[in-house]
């Protein structure tokens, strides 16, 4: 098994967990609104702005995804050293650094009724730890059609919490 982490600049296969971005607003639902669709807008500029950056440092990403929930950054050969210098250079472009803030008890139910919701659709993820952290098997590629159909049809269960996703596996799921 591979390590999940929380942490986008790690040379392994990343699922990164973002959480607390849609906490933006305050008082009435009005204000949540306008709060989530400020850390939204927000999230994209600083996606866009950490594209920009790598492209500036010589690695070449693809375009992003605007219709992703998150940021989503595949096909980076983390084994190379212009790859692993430009992410530490360009991860505090992202909110928080990369990194994710911890994880309350709220967030983290939240995370085990998704883990829930995409063992139901077929995908092998084993319980979240303590911290939020996940384990996907070898294997278990984020990016494949069934894992993000899965993706799609849980997300509901995350309950705004934002998704960082980087890295995949082999297999079909």
Request: proline content about 6%.
């Amino acid at each position: 098994m591979r390590t999940v982490t929380r942490r986008l600049g790690l040379g392994l296969p990343t699922l990164l967990l973002a959480f607390g971005l849609a906490a933006c607003g305050n008082g009435g639902e009005a204000d949540g609104r306008a709060g989530a669709a400020g850390g939204q807008q927000e999230m994209r500029e600083a996606e866009l702005a950490f594209y920009d950056c790598m492209r500036g440092e010589g690695v070449d990403v693809k375009d992003p995804d605007p219709s992703a929930n998150g940021i989503n950054i595949t096909g980076l050969d983390m084994k190379d050293p212009k790859t692993k210098a430009a992410m530490e250079q360009c991860r505090k472009l992202l909110p928080g650094g990369g990194d994710a803030p911890e994880i309350d008890a709220d967030g983290l139910e939240a995370l085990r009724t998704f883990v829930g919701c995409m063992r139901d659709k077929g995908i092998d993820m084993p319980d979240p730890g303590s911290d939020g952290s996940l384990r996907l098997p070898e294997g278990v590629d984020p990016q494949s059609t069934q894992f993000q159909g899965a993706m799609e049809e849980c997300r509901e269960h995350m309950k705004g919490q934002r998704m960082i996703v980087r890295g995949g596996g082999q297999s079909g799921q």
